[in-house]
């Protein structure tokens, strides 16, 4: 059974960084497309950042480009979100997800087959 989970989710105020991370078990990441999608209260689920099967392609959101680093770990299974500057229109629960979309779809959230529960972000001071 494929499980993907969520982490590192918490308060940070303006300006702050903060990293989540997402493991998989009962799949191996390097098979899929991994994207960090994001859900904002009151507003729909929106597509963040992506990277490719082999880790070599990136493709963020204008609002995050520059700010957040999607990375992976092969050794741990698992993808992590580095986010930098941090706003409070970043507020918003974050969810990890894999599929296998053409790079043109990678912001599609039906194009994604697995998804974790998400984690909270909030950004306040």
């Known amino acids: 059974q494929v499980q993907l989970s969520e982490s590192g989710g918490g308060l940070v105020p303006p300006g702050g960084s903060l990293t989540l991370s997402c493991a998989a078990s009962?799949?191996?990441?390097?098979?899929?497309?991994k994207a960090w999608f994001r859900q904002a209260p009151g507003k729909q689920r929106e597509f963040a950042a992506g990277l490719s099967q082999n880790g070599g392609t990136s493709q963020y959101a204008t609002s995050v480009k520059g700010r957040f680093t999607i990375s992976r770990d092969l050794s741990k299974n698992t993808v992590s979100l580095r986010m930098n500057n941090l706003a409070p229109e970043d507020t918003a629960v974050y969810y990890c997800a894999t599929g296998r979309p053409v790079y043109s779809a990678w912001d599609r959230e039906s194009m994604y087959y697995h998804w974790g529960p998400g984690t909270q972000v909030t950004v306040s001071s």
């Open positions: 009962g799949l191996t990441f390097s098979s899929y497309v």
